[in-house]
C-alpha cells in the first residue's frame, strides 16, 4: 500500500470526502459524543437524586457510541459502565475509609499484568478482615481475605434477566431498529494502577499523548471488574483492571483523520475477518494498535490527505502483532490483548487476508459494504449526493435523548404505581424534584441541562396526581395541579398538554379541552414530529426527513417541537383519565402476569401515543360540544393514524380505543374487528379481551345485532373469539361460555384492582 504521493494523495481525498458524507465528521462526531455525555449526566443525576431507596452508584457511557467512532452501517453495541459507590478500592492503606466497605488491591508476580485481587478490610479500623462468613469471600495461603469475582452477581441479580454474560459484561441482543447493549460492572479505585504509572513517564516519537492528557488521565483512577485471567490458577478471585475513562480521553483528543483511520479499521474487520474468524481481532485490538501508531509517528503524518498511508501503517502493525501473537496494552503493555484469542490453526488465514489488505493500494476498500463505502468510493458519490446521512445519524441522537430522559421517568413511575395513595406518591414526587433542583443549582454545564430535561416531567406527573386528587374530592382542578402541570407544558410536543387537556375533558370542561387540543394539533407537524417510547424494544421504522434535517441543525433543544412521547398515567391518575383508557391499567389477568418481565412495569401504568390520543379526545370532546363533522374528521384521524403511523409503539392500545369509538358509533362489527387487529398486535396483557367480553355481553343482553336476534348457550371458550366474530358478521347463531357474560367483568377487573375501570352508561 506505500504508492506514490500523488495516488496516496488523491484516494485519500477521496476516502476522507465519502467518510464525511456518512457521518464522520467533526460536527456528527462532537453531536454524538454530547448526546451521550447528557445520557451519562442523566444517569449519574438519577442515582443522586434517589440515594433514599439506597441507590448509589455512577453510569458511565463507553465505547464507540459515546466515542463517535462508530457509523449507521457499523451498528457498535452501547455500552454501559455502572460502577457501585458503596465500595471503597483502595491502592494505600492512608486511603481507607471509616464505615464503609473497603478492600486493597494487591498486585505481585504471581497475577498476570492488568489483573489484580482485592483484600477485605475491617470497616472500624484499618486492619485486614480475618473473618469468612459468607461464600463470597476466599482465605488464601497467605492468609488474607480476598474477595471473589462472583460477588458480583450479587449485585447485578436484579437487572440480570435477558442478559447473556460475556466476561465481565452482561450483554442484551439487538434486533432491528434497536441497539444491543453491553452492561459492565465496576467497582472505583481513585488512584492510578501501579502497574500503569511507568506510561505516565514514557513520551513516543509523535510526543502522544501529551503531559496535560496524562495528568488528566492519572486523575481518573481506574476500575476493577469481576473477571479473572482464564489461565490462571485463582481466576475465581482475579479482577481486571479497566483503565475506560482514560482511554476515553485519548478518544476525545483525537483529530479527525485519527477517528477515520479507526473507524476504517473496524469496517475492514467487520467486512474481511470477523465473518470467518469472530472472536480473534476485536475492535479493541484495533484501538490500542492506532494509540500505538500515533505515539510512535509524528504528528504531521495524520493529515486528511494521508489517510491511505495512515492507515497502511495500522494494518502492518496488526499483521505483525498478529503475526507475533501479542498486541500490549497500551497503558499497561504487560497485559497481552491477545493472548489466547488466535489459535495455530487460524492464524495464517488472517495473516494472509491482512497481507492482501495491506499489498492491495486501497483496492481492498471498494468491497466494503458497511455504509456502501466502496459503491460510495467508486461512483464518487454521485449516486449518494441526495443522501445527507448526517441528518439520519443526528435524529437517532435526538431520540436518543430524549429516550434516555423517559427511560429515568418511566423507571420513577414504575415505582410510584407501588405507592398507590395520593399523599405517598405527592412526597415522592417532591422529593424528586427539589433534590433535581438543588442539584441543578450546584452543577452547569450537561449537568445542568440534563436536570433541565427530567425536571418538567416529573412536575406534568404531580400536577396530573394533584388534579386527580381534587377531581376526586370536590369535582375541581386545584390552583397548585395547574401550576405544577404548567410547568412542564414543554417537556415535548404533545405528551404534557394532552395531560392537560385529559384531566379538563375529565372535569367536563370541554370549552377549555377543545382550545388545547387545537393548539396541540397545530404544533404537531406532522412532516416532522416522531413518536417517542421507551416502554419496549420495538422496531423502528425511518424517520421522517423533516425530523431529521431539523435535528441535524439543533441539538436536545429541538424536543420540545420535533419529539412526542407517549402519555402516562398512574393510577393514582385515574380521575384524569377518559374511561374508555382507564382499561389499560387493568390489561394483565392473575395468567397474564407470568408472561410479563422484568421491565413490563409500564402495564400497570394507562399508556398511549400522543397522536392516538389527541385525536381521540378531539373524537370526545367534539361529541359533547355536538360538532358532528369535527367530530367525524378527528375519528378518521384516528383511523388514519394507527394505519399509517409507522413508529406507533401502543398500537393495540389505539385500536382499543378506536373500538370503543366504533361501539359508541354503534358500529359494533368495527369495534370486534378493532380489538381483533389489538390483539394480534398483542396477544397477551391487553385490554382488548375485556372490551370483547364486555362487547359480547351487551350484544347478548340486547339480544340484537343489526335487527337479528341472537341466543347464547354454553359451548365456547374465550379463545374462540375469532370463530365468535365470523358468526356475528355473518349472522350465524352464536354460543357464548357464560363466564364471558359481563357479571364476571368485574371479578376480572377485581385482579387488579378493587375499583375496577369506571365505565359510562
Not at 70 to 92: E, R
Request: aromatic share 8%.
Amino acid at each position: 500500500m506505500f504508492q506514490q504521493h500523488a495516488y496516496i494523495e488523491n484516494v485519500s481525498l477521496r476516502l476522507s470526502e465519502v467518510l464525511a458524507d456518512i457521518g464522520v465528521n467533526e460536527r456528527i462526531i462532537l453531536k454524538k459524543r454530547r448526546t451521550w455525555l447528557l445520557a451519562e449526566s442523566m444517569g449519574s443525576i438519577h442515582t443522586r437524586s434517589t440515594q433514599l431507596r439506597n441507590v448509589n452508584c455512577s453510569v458511565y457511557f463507553l465505547g464507540s457510541q459515546s466515542e463517535g467512532s462508530t457509523t449507521l452501517g457499523l451498528d457498535s453495541d452501547i455500552d454501559c459502565l455502572l460502577c457501585y459507590n458503596k465500595i471503597n478500592v483502595i491502592q494505600d492503606w492512608a486511603d481507607w475509609e471509616p464505615g464503609v466497605r473497603n478492600h486493597l488491591i494487591i498486585q505481585d508476580d504471581t497475577l498476570s499484568p492488568g489483573y489484580c485481587l482485592l483484600q477485605t478490610l475491617c470497616v472500624d479500623v484499618p486492619l485486614p478482615y480475618n473473618n469468612v462468613p459468607n461464600p463470597y469471600l476466599f482465605r488464601n495461603s497467605m492468609g488474607k481475605i480476598l474477595m471473589k469475582n462472583s460477588f458480583m452477581s450479587v449485585l447485578t441479580a436484579p437487572i440480570t434477566e435477558g442478559g447473556i454474560r460475556h466476561g465481565p459484561a452482561l450483554a442484551w441482543q439487538g434486533q432491528p431498529g434497536v441497539y444491543a447493549h453491553d452492561i459492565v460492572f465496576a467497582f472505583h479505585c481513585k488512584s492510578w494502577p501501579l502497574q500503569a504509572r511507568q506510561w505516565l513517564f514514557q513520551q513516543g516519537v509523535g510526543q502522544w499523548p501529551s503531559d496535560h492528557m496524562k495528568r488528566y488521565c492519572s486523575n481518573t483512577g481506574c476500575f476493577v471488574v469481576g473477571v479473572g485471567n482464564k489461565s490462571s490458577d485463582h481466576e475465581e478471585v482475579e479482577w481486571r483492571i479497566s483503565t475506560s475513562l482514560a482511554e476515553r480521553c485519548l478518544m476525545f483528543n483525537l483529530s479527525i483523520t485519527q477517528i477515520r483511520c479507526y473507524i476504517l479499521m473496524k469496517m475492514i474487520l467487520k467486512t474481511f475477518i470477523k465473518p470467518h474468524f469472530e472472536d480473534t481481532i476485536s475492535s479493541y485490538m484495533c484501538k490500542t494498535v492506532l494509540f500505538r501508531c500515533i505515539a510512535n509517528t509524528e504528528s504531521n503524518v495524520w493529515r486528511e490527505n494521508n489517510l491511505l498511508a495512515c492507515l497502511s501503517l495500522c494494518i502492518f502493525t496488526l499483521y505483525n502483532n498478529t503475526f507475533n501473537e501479542n498486541c500490549p496494552h497500551f497503558i499497561i503493555p504487560g497485559n497481552n490483548l491477545m493472548r489466547g484469542h488466535i489459535s495455530r490453526e487460524t492464524k495464517p488465514y488472517i495473516l494472509e487476508i491482512l497481507l492482501v489488505i495491506i499489498n492491495s493500494g486501497g483496492r481492498a476498500l471498494l468491497g466494503i459494504e458497511c455504509d456502501a463505502l466502496g459503491d460510495r468510493i467508486q461512483m464518487k458519490m454521485s449516486y449518494f449526493l441526495s443522501v445527507k446521512i448526517s441528518d439520519i445519524i443526528s435524529g437517532h441522537l435526538l431520540l436518543t435523548t430524549v429516550k434516555n430522559a423517559l427511560h429515568i421517568v418511566q423507571k420513577e413511575l414504575c415505582i410510584l404505581t407501588r405507592n398507590r395513595g395520593y399523599e405517598e406518591a405527592i412526597r415522592q414526587l417532591l422529593r424528586d424534584i427539589i433534590k433535581l433542583v438543588i442539584i441543578s443549582n450546584q452543577c452547569q454545564g450537561l449537568d445542568k441541562t440534563a436536570c433541565s430535561l427530567m425536571t418538567p416531567w416529573f412536575c406534568t406527573t404531580l400536577g396530573s396526581i394533584l388534579a386527580s386528587q381534587s377531581i376526586h374530592q370536590c369535582n375541581a382542578i386545584s390552583a397548585d395541579a395547574l401550576t405544577w402541570i404548567s410547568l412542564g407544558l414543554n417537556t415535548d410536543v404533545a405528551s404534557s398538554k394532552l395531560k392537560l387537556a385529559s384531566m379538563l375533558y375529565c372535569l367536563g370542561d370541554t370549552q377549555r379541552t377543545e382550545i388545547i387540543l387545537r393548539d396541540i394539533e397545530a404544533n404537531y407537524d406532522l412532516n416532522n414530529v416522531e413518536p417517542a417510547c421507551v416502554c419496549y424494544g420495538f422496531i423502528c421504522q425511518p424517520y421522517r426527513r423533516g425530523f431529521n434535517e431539523i435535528c441535524d441543525n439543533h441539538n436536545e433543544e429541538a424536543v420540545q417541537y420535533t419529539a412526542a412521547s407517549c402519555v402516562r398515567f398512574l393510577q393514582c391518575e385515574i380521575n384524569c383519565v377518559p374511561h374508555e383508557l382507564r382499561y389499560e391499567v387493568f390489561r394483565s389477568t392473575q395468567e397474564d402476569l407470568a408472561f410479563r418481565g422484568t421491565n413490563d412495569d409500564w402495564m400497570d401504568l394507562a399508556v398511549t401515543d400522543s397522536l392516538p390520543y389527541l385525536y381521540f379526545l378531539q373524537y370526545k370532546t367534539y361529541t359533547n360540544l355536538g360538532r358532528h363533522e369535527d367530530k367525524h374528521r378527528a375519528l378518521s384521524n384516528l383511523m388514519r393514524t394507527i394505519d399509517q403511523e409507522p413508529n406507533l409503539a401502543h398500537r393495540e392500545t389505539a385500536l382499543n380505543i378506536l373500538g370503543q369509538c366504533m361501539e359508541q358509533e354503534d358500529q359494533a362489527r368495527d369495534a370486534l374487528r378493532c380489538y381483533s387487529l389489538s390483539l394480534n398486535v398483542r396477544e397477551r396483557n391487553n385490554a382488548a379481551n375485556i372490551h370483547i367480553c364486555r362487547l359480547l355481553s351487551n350484544i347478548i343482553c340486547n339480544h340484537y345485532l343489526d335487527g337479528k336476534m341472537f341466543r347464547f348457550t354454553v359451548g365456547y371458550q374465550l379463545t374462540d373469539w375469532q370463530k365468535l366474530e365470523k358468526e356475528i358478521v355473518t349472522g350465524c347463531t352464536v354460543s357464548v361460555v357464560l363466564f364471558i357474560m359481563g357479571m364476571n367483568l368485574p371479578i376480572y377487573a377485581a385482579q387488579r384492582n378493587t375499583h375496577g375501570p369506571k365505565t359510562e352508561s
